[in-house]
Nanobody, 122 residues
Framework: VQLQASGGGLVQAGDSLRLTCAAS????????MGWFRQAPGKEREFVGV???????YYADSVKGRFTISRDNAKNTVYLQMNSLKPEDTATYYC?????????????????WGQGTQVTVSS
C-alpha cells in the first residue's frame, strides 16, 4: 500500500486547510487510519486517528480544531484543520493502522505516506 498525502501549504494563523491521504489500493476499511506530524528538530507526534467504525481520537493540542474523516469507497482519509496556529507548523504524515483500532503510538501503524508540509505564519 502506498499513501499519498497532499493539501499542505503556507497559511496564516486562524486559517484552515484540509489534508488528503489517498491509498494506492484498497486499504482495509477494517484498519484505523492515523495522522502524525513532525516539526523541525522535534520528534514525530500523534495528531489523531479514525478507527474502523468511524470513532476518532485526537491529541489534546488539536482537539476541537482538527477533524478526521474517511471515505472508504475512495480509499481516502481527510484531516480538516481549522483555527491553525503557528505551532501547527510541521510535516504531516498519514498512516495505516495494524488493526481496526489504533492509538497514539507510531508502532501501531504499518504503512506511512511521504508527508505534506504545513506552514502557519503568525
Amino acid at each position: 500500500v502506498q499513501l499519498q498525502a497532499s493539501g499542505g501549504g503556507l497559511v496564516q494563523a486562524g486559517d484552515s486547510l484540509r489534508l488528503t491521504c489517498a491509498a494506492s489500493r484498497r486499504t482495509s476499511s477494517n484498519n484505523a487510519m492515523g495522522w502524525f506530524r513532525q516539526a523541525p528538530g522535534k520528534e514525530r507526534e500523534f495528531v489523531g486517528v479514525i478507527n474502523w467504525g468511524g470513532s476518532t481520537y485526537y491529541a489534546d493540542s488539536v482537539k476541537g480544531r482538527f477533524t478526521i474523516s474517511r471515505d472508504n469507497a475512495k480509499n481516502t482519509v481527510y484531516l480538516q484543520m481549522n483555527s491553525l496556529k503557528p505551532e501547527d507548523t510541521a510535516t504531516y504524515y498519514c498512516a495505516v493502522g495494524l488493526r481496526p483500532y489504533a492509538g497514539r503510538e507510531a508502532l501501531e501503524y504499518r504503512y506511512w505516506g511521504q508527508g505534506t508540509q504545513v506552514t502557519v505564519s503568525s
